[in-house]
């Protein structure tokens, strides 16, 4: 029986082996026997339990033709190790001992793997690829994550470090999506991720441009009303915010005839964006797009500038 | 239905404080004498519109960090002035410090990716590949959109839109409030002289 492993980059030593590969392994230097594992052969299908790396001649004559780091080692086994240096993966050698070689090369039982030496090669070499940037971006990541994490492999996928890291990553980034997805009015029923991403896109230039377009028409409103204040910060439930912008402005038509002791307090809380346009109107003359409206009001504006002299 | 409602409620809440935050920017724009045109005039609103929602979140966001960074940036005095009004003393240099923090993260993550990119890639050009190269392109834009965006790595990245187009949303809802309400405002007197 063959036992096949994805690429692995791994540390299995007896008393460290638990039920399921964790990526911790990679972090932690490897203890003297134990030498990083790239195998490459592929995984039967239903692998749960621990993982046991034979080692295997025929798996030695891959690694040398592929010159990658491969050495097998299975602790129950405790067979001999052979690694031999990769051209791709200069950081990963950091990592890991070189003091394998000093092993002596492994006259284990062979498995019988060499069914399976032909048919992989080219998987091999794709998940050798394959690995080095996982392992590259594990590498990378390591000094940042703290706490382990350990994942139990699920049925039918493969054990090794790699592909559990990069499955629990994948994991976060499908939920985040998912939640993207119901935020984003439109997306539930696109299937795909980047579909997704682009109405997230569009969605996200919307609004930045609707904000744009709002400031533009809010500076270009000539707000002769005066904003009560008051009425927004008494203003309790998320209804009365929608409705209650209107109680906010009132119209600056009124000050003339009404202006009595109230009014005199809520105007002299006001939102003085009168003053933004003081300065503009006595350019009017030069900027013949401005709001007509604001030329008619001038006469009202100045009783209620008058009403508010207390605050400017 | 729950969450619709406590969202509307929490929703609601953050209108408030965004709407307040926003307005108090606003007036220190009061007493300036100098004269605005109409663009400076849609760049000090829009500037204490989004100083105020990224303040909402209490800079616990990536990109309510990146914000304030670039606002800090700019180094004219209004907007310092802005943001002081809005935040208060302390915080201001809370955000100058964090300024230089993603300027140093900034080089890092350059350095990162210049290291990543010398790996060879693969040229298959399966229609899983094909895939894959759309959703990078995404995302390399989103990263783009997103403020700060460029420094995060995937998971963060889509964490942030989240909260992002939150915040934008009530961004939009309420400037859209305000300026429809002021419009009526202004049909109503204007019908009124008529």
């Known amino acids: 029986m063959g036992f096949g492993l994805d690429e692995i980059h791994d540390l299995i030593s007896g008393p460290t082996q638990t039920g399921s590969s964790s990526f911790t392994a990679l972090l932690e230097l490897p203890q003297p026997q134990a030498v990083e594992l790239l195998v490459n052969e592929d995984f039967p299908s239903n692998h749960l339990p621990p993982p046991i790396f034979p080692s295997n001649n025929g798996l030695i004559d891959r690694a040398t033709k592929f010159s990658v780091f491969a050495s097998s080692h299975n602790s129950p086994e405790s067979n001999a190790i052979l690694s031999i240096s990769s051209p791709m993966k200069p950081d990963v050698v950091k990592q890991e001992p070189l003091g394998s070689d000093s092993h002596p090369k492994s006259s284990s039982p062979t498995v019988s793997n060499q069914s399976l030496k032909s048919g992989k090669r080219k998987e091999k070499e794709r998940k050798v690829k394959e690995s080095n940037k996982k392992s590259k971006k594990l590498v990378a990541d390591g000094g940042e994550k703290l706490p382990y994490v350990h994942v139990r492999a699920r049925r039918g996928q493969a054990t090794d470090s790699h592909s559990l890291a990069e499955r629990a990553r994948r994991e976060k980034i499908n939920a985040r999506m998912k939640l993207l997805q119901e935020l984003v009015p439109g997306c539930n029923k696109i299937s795909g991720t980047a579909t997704v991403l682009e109405e997230i896109i569009n969605h996200v230039e919307a609004l930045q441009r609707q904000v744009e377009f709002l400031s533009m028409r809010l500076a270009a409103v000539n707000p002769r009303t005066d904003f009560n204040f008051d009425a927004l910060l008494a203003a309790e439930s998320g209804l009365s915010i929608d409705n209650g912008y209107m109680g906010m402005f009132s119209p600056s038509i009124l000050p003339e005839g009404q202006i009595n002791g109230s009014r005199q307090v809520q105007y002299q809380q006001l939102w003085h964006s009168n003053e933004l346009h003081q300065p503009v109107w006595a350019r009017e003359e030069n900027n013949p797009n401005f709001i007509t409206p604001g030329n008619s009001l001038l006469s009202y504006g100045s009783s209620a500038n008058s009403g508010k002299s207390t605050v400017q | ?194």
Not at chain 2, 21 to 48: F, H, P, V
């Open chain 2, 1 to 194: 239905m729950k969450a619709r409602m406590q969202n509307s409620s929490s929703s609601a809440l953050l209108k408030q404080e965004f709407l307040k935050k926003w307005i108090n920017g606003l007036q220190t724009y009061t007493n300036t004498k100098k004269e605005m045109t109409i663009l400076d005039r849609k760049n000090a609103i829009k500037l204490s519109a989004d100083i105020a929602i990224a303040s909402t979140r209490n800079f616990s966001t990536n990109w309510s960090r990146a914000v304030m960074a670039d606002v800090s940036k700019n180094v004219d005095g209004s907007s310092k002035i802005v943001t002081e009004k809005i935040l208060g003393r302390k915080e201001t240099c809370i955000i100058k410090c964090s300024k230089n923090i993603m300027r140093k993260s900034r080089l890092l993550a350059h350095r990162k990716r210049a290291i990543r990119r010398t790996i060879g890639r693969t040229s298959v050009k399966a229609a899983s590949a094909i895939a894959k190269e759309l959703v990078k392109k995404r995302t390399r834009v989103l990263k783009r959109l997103v403020p700060g965006g460029k420094q995060m790595n995937e998971i963060c990245l889509i964490k942030e839109t989240l909260d992002y187009i939150a915040s934008l949303q009530v961004q939009v809802d309420v400037m859209r409030n305000i300026a429809n309400a002021a419009d009526q405002c202004l049909d109503s007197t204007e019908r009124s002289l008529l």
